[in-house]
């Protein structure tokens, strides 16, 4: 193997794959990024069996050939490489060298064709969304998603298209986030939980030019995101998600129309006095025109007051602040309503037109004698 | 005690004094944040015995007095207050009340007479130099403060003032940095050795206004640094200090002019191929018009050209590269002179003309037979 490639852009391609490789594993090749030399193009590939990441990109290519080297070194060695074209060649004895100019690297590596395959997935049934909008969505959800795996299926978000609508879901023991957006349906009903680590890296790569697109391709164990130069393969998530439409009741008997910012700088406050331990609760008092935002630890007291628009009974409730800050600071909405039903009873979180998104937040119960 | 003040500037004060009080200690009083109001200004004192840090500010004072409150929750409390005025107050039941708006806080407080006063140090003798130039010369010299304890005198940086030169130097077991500039010296000689952590948060203060100036006035056991609003009180650290002078020897068998942003690109990709541990030397061969920069290790090699013009003998010697990195980090002329001595010796990088720096690095010893 023997090419010619833009340093600028090989570390882009590098950096796109490199969460995909393992850091230290029983299996050495899983630490390596592969590069594929075939007709005009180099394809990178790192792959951890959980995760797959490619990245294609023009090179000039005067031997085809495919090789492995470790990702990290192959990593800095690229990044800290002049500006200029770079000559990279399989030597007989399999070491590579990678020169521009007056610096020459010579570094071991791996045989091409030990490095795992991708799984390979069905592309006929693609689901199309713009990057940026898959970005927001991800970004606006993966909080919830649980982080310990005492029930795996809700470590990953649920993608959940039917009719000519995409919804995104995750939930853990306390909460439910959702958001939705119409998309372009031919194919039918999918149900595919996608790990919360892929989405994680996926955000990363995902553009933020409207026009770049995005295809998602389920398979029953896989799915492939197809973003054009590049592609990401992910192993589903097995099990019985929520059903989570019939958690999100429309009753309330407290309604309240608040100013987002406002509200998520009231909870930040309050929440500095309770910053021991994420369990103390704050209290909310929620009258005719007004909500006290009140926090009470052994650092001391904060007291917060707010103007709100109240339908509806008044109502006293408590809620762990980090959930609410979590949801407030990716809302982009200046206000928002909240639909309360008890001081037992999940509130709900939702725009004041359109239901683009949902949150669900359980309260925190407190004792009569502490709210004393 | 009652006060009225800017939110915004008391932010900046409390930040500037931040870095000088306690993380767990044994006197809990030294967690916390002096509060001295009086006149038309508070005064903010942290101090943790080793270093101290006391900034004024103007304020509406009510009434005069003086409070403790806990670092960490006072400075997040007043980050997260809305940038308006600010009601802060203590009351009869030593609690203290942070209000603004419709936010209000009580938290307990400690009594301010407890907190432990700042050394006083004469402030007859002042030297005066700029913010940034100070900043400057600690920035270019205290990466080469020992971070070990075996010598705890080496932890610091030497503040030698002799007639009108300020000099600066820094010293671990394997190279010595140096700057000077010129100052106004109307009181003698000054030999005093100013611990590293002082210099490194006293860096984050110096203004980068070059008409903003800072006095140092130095006592038998203590320093001052005067930068107006704010004033550093730090101790001195006893011992006796490296003989600097002597060990910059203006003899050389092998001197070389090198570009030197050039020569640190090279030795930084050199340095990727011995990343595992400092300790692999990289090996640079002088020749009459080049330098050939060489790393072997276990990862593979690297193999760097760079133009130099060398005036004496040709001469291969080998470094650690983190060594070089650090100085070559901080210089900002386009080219250095390195005069060599020998293969067991010291180089000695400085300036081609004057003498504002000088970096002494010892070589590592490699075997003849790994040179093969």
Same mark, same amino acid.
């Given at each position: 193997?023997?090419i010619?490639?833009?340093?600028?852009?090989?570390?882009?391609?590098i950096?796109?794959?490199f969460?995909?490789?393992?850091n230290?594993?029983?299996?050495?090749?899983?630490?390596?990024?592969l590069?594929?030399a075939?007709?005009?193009?180099?394809?990178?590939?790192a792959?951890?069996?959980?995760?797959?990441?490619?990245?294609?990109?023009?090179?000039?290519?005067?031997?085809?050939?495919?090789?492995?080297?470790?990702a *990290?070194?192959?990593? @800095? &060695?690229?990044?800290?490489?002049?500006d $200029?074209?770079? +000559?990279?060649?399989?030597?007989?004895? !399999? /070491?590579?060298?990678?020169?521009?100019?007056?610096?020459?690297?010579?570094?071991?590596?791996?045989?091409?064709?030990?490095?795992?395959?991708?799984?390979?997935v069905q592309?006929?049934?693609?689901?199309?969304?713009s990057?940026?909008a898959?970005?927001?969505?991800?970004?606006?959800?993966?909080?919830?998603?649980?982080?310990?795996?005492?029930?795996?299926?809700?470590?990953?978000?649920?993608?959940?298209?039917?009719?000519?609508?995409?919804n995104l879901v995750?939930?853990?023991g306390?909460?439910?986030?959702?958001?939705q957006?119409?998309i372009n349906?031919?194919?039918?009903?999918?149900?595919?939980?996608v790990?919360? *680590?892929?989405?994680? @890296? &996926?955000?990363?790569?995902l553009?933020? $030019?409207?026009? +770049?697109?995005?295809?998602?391709?389920f !398979? /029953?164990n896989?799915?492939?995101f197809?973003?054009?130069?590049?592609k990401?393969?992910?192993?589903?998530?097995d099990?019985?998600?929520?059903?989570?439409?019939?958690m999100?009741?429309?009753?309330?008997?407290?309604q309240?129309?608040?100013?987002c910012?406002?509200?998520?700088?009231?909870?930040e406050?309050a929440s500095?006095?309770?910053r021991?331990?994420?369990?103390?609760?704050?209290?909310?008092a929620l009258n005719?025109?007004?909500?006290?935002?009140?926090?009470?630890?052994?650092?001391?007291?904060?007291?917060?007051?707010?103007?709100i628009?109240?339908h509806?009974k008044?109502?006293?409730?408590a809620?762990?602040p *980090?959930?609410?800050?979590?949801?407030?600071?990716?809302?982009?909405d200046a206000?928002?309503?909240?639909?309360f039903?008890?001081?037992?009873?999940?509130?709900?979180?939702?725009?004041?037109?359109?239901n683009?998104?949902?949150?669900?937040?359980?309260?925190?119960?407190v004792?009569d004698?502490?709210?004393?």
């Open positions: 193997m023997k010619y490639c833009n340093q600028r852009k090989l570390a882009t391609s950096n796109t794959v969460k995909a490789s393992s230290k594993t029983a299996m050495p090749i899983l630490e390596c990024i590069i594929t075939y007709g005009n193009n180099i394809i990178l590939t792959n951890n069996l959980e995760l797959g990441i490619e990245s294609t990109m023009e090179a000039d290519i005067v031997q085809e050939g495919l090789v492995a080297l470790e *990290k070194l192959f990593g @800095e &060695i690229i990044r800290k490489m002049p $200029e074209e770079l +000559e990279i060649t399989l030597l007989k004895n !399999d /070491t590579v060298t990678i020169a521009s100019g007056k610096s020459k690297f010579t570094i071991v590596s791996k045989p091409g064709h030990d490095f795992p395959k991708l799984p390979s592309m006929q049934k693609g689901y199309t969304v990057q940026p898959l970005r927001e969505m991800i970004n606006q959800t993966i909080f919830s998603t649980a982080q310990e795996d005492s029930r795996p299926i809700f470590m990953g978000e649920m993608f959940h298209i039917e009719q000519n609508t995409f995750s939930v853990d306390f909460r439910i986030s959702y958001r957006m119409p349906n031919e194919f039918g009903e999918i149900k595919s939980v790990p919360g *680590k892929t989405l994680s @890296e &996926i955000t990363k790569i553009s933020s $030019e409207p026009q +770049e697109m995005v295809t998602m391709y !398979d /029953t896989h799915v492939l197809d973003l054009g130069t590049s990401v393969v992910s192993r589903l998530l099990g019985e998600f929520l059903s989570y439409n019939q999100f009741s429309s009753d309330y008997d407290t309240i129309i608040v100013d910012k406002e509200f998520l700088m009231c909870i406050r500095v006095i309770s021991e331990g994420q369990k103390n609760p704050i209290k909310i005719t025109d007004q909500m006290v935002i009140s926090s009470n630890t052994n650092l001391g007291t904060s007291v917060e007051e707010l103007v628009n109240l509806g008044n109502l006293e409730i809620f762990n *980090k959930y609410l800050i979590d949801v407030l600071k990716v809302i982009e206000e928002i309503v909240i639909n039903l008890s001081v037992m009873e999940p509130c709900i979180i939702q725009p004041k037109i359109g683009a998104y949902k949150y669900l937040i359980l309260p925190i119960r004792k004698k502490e709210n004393a």
